[in-house]
């Protein structure tokens, strides 16, 4: 019995809801044969008992189609998902208290407008009547606190929590309000996980329909700290339409299907500019995000135009999406975005 073409077989089943095979995301960690049995064993880290059912049956399928199989014998081994506790490994809820879901914006480079997007999408989400708690991720280049334009400092609670601010319907925290305009974080790894962590679960969200976590650029010990401890339930990948942004936004949906946080869809920033007898003009290329969410097997929520509003906005304090859909095309991408993901999301 050929393990080589066994292996090729199994690269036929897809994870659920990713383009990615079983193979690929190293879930495959023996392939043997004994007394003419073929035995194979899987470990997957899920907190959805769905998907080991669908990979199960579909590797049995997948396997039946090559010749004197007979019948194999496949081992799946569930881990323990990474927020912990068995209950949220048979539910899914969130691991942070009164939270009922999680959502990250995430990039792999800096400069494709993450917090921008981030912004928005959380006070789209607020505008549906939802309850939304927005976390500032970005220790060291935090800018919720600028782009809601509030100056205020936190206080503690009875329970020494940290109570979040509040500006435009949405709950806030950001290093940005700890810190004055001028001052650095200088923090190492460690340190700033440890932040990270206080600030997901040391501050009074309260009950909150969506905590949208604005992720730092890249995929270093903050971003996995955060997918690996916490019960994310979806992630938003933000991109530029240029081939330079692309190849960075790949790696942050490789760490994703690591760590088996389903890829809720992607964002592309700044994809045409539109001037006033209404030529666009795409300075940063044309369709790199449409191609690049085919490939991925996720939905395109938005192409977001470059409008000066945009920017004007988030300097002021008061994101786009506080604009009328009907007089502003961001404005409207970023409410239909929060739409689409509200349905996928369903709290």
Not at 61 to 70: R, S
Not at 245 to 260: H, P, Q, T, W, Y
């Amino acid at each position: 019995m050929n393990i080589d073409l066994v292996k090729q077989a199994l690269r036929t089943v897809k994870y659920p809801g990713f383009s990615r095979d079983i193979v690929s995301f190293g879930l495959i960690k023996e392939v043997t044969v004994e007394e003419g049995v073929l035995h194979v064993r899987m470990e997957i880290q899920t907190r959805d008992p769905e998907i080991p059912q669908q990979i199960f049956k579909a590797s049995h399928e997948a396997l039946a189609e090559l010749p004197d199989i007979g019948t194999p014998k496949i081992e799946i081994n569930i881990k323990d998902a990474p927020a912990g506790t068995a209950e949220q490994a048979n539910t899914g809820k969130s691991s942070i208290p009164g939270v009922k879901k999680i959502l990250a914006v995430a990039s792999g480079k800096g400069g494709v407008g993450k917090s921008t997007v981030a912004s928005n999408l959380a006070i789209a989400l607020a505008a549906t009547g939802a309850k939304v708690g927005l976390c500032d991720c970005d220790l060291y280049g935090p800018s919720v606190a600028m782009m809601f334009g509030s100056h205020d400092r936190p206080m503690a609670n009875e329970h020494d929590e940290i109570i979040p601010i509040e500006a435009h319907g949405v709950k806030l925290m950001s290093m940005g309000f700890l810190l004055e305009e001028r001052s650095p974080v200088i923090v190492r790894g460690p340190m700033a996980t440890r932040y990270t962590q206080q600030f997901l679960r040391q501050v009074d969200w309260g009950e909150l329909d969506y905590l949208v976590l604005d992720l730092p650029p890249g995929t270093g010990d903050i971003q996995l700290t955060i997918v690996q401890t916490v019960a994310v339930d979806g992630a938003v990948i933000v991109t530029t339409p240029q081939e330079i942004a692309l190849i960075d936004a790949r790696k942050a949906v490789s760490m994703f299907a690591k760590v088996n946080v389903p890829i809720l869809g992607l964002i592309e920033n700044m994809a045409w500019f539109e001037c006033d007898h209404g030529t666009r003009y795409h300075l940063f290329g044309n369709g790199g995000g449409a191609v690049e969410a085919a490939t991925i097997g996720t939905p395109l929520l938005a192409q977001i135009p470059i409008e000066a509003p945009v920017r004007e906005g988030g300097d002021a304090g008061r994101p786009i999406a506080l604009t009328s859909p009907i007089d502003s095309a961001a404005s409207a991408a970023f409410h239909d975005s929060a739409a689409q993901l509200a349905a996928r999301l369903k709290p």
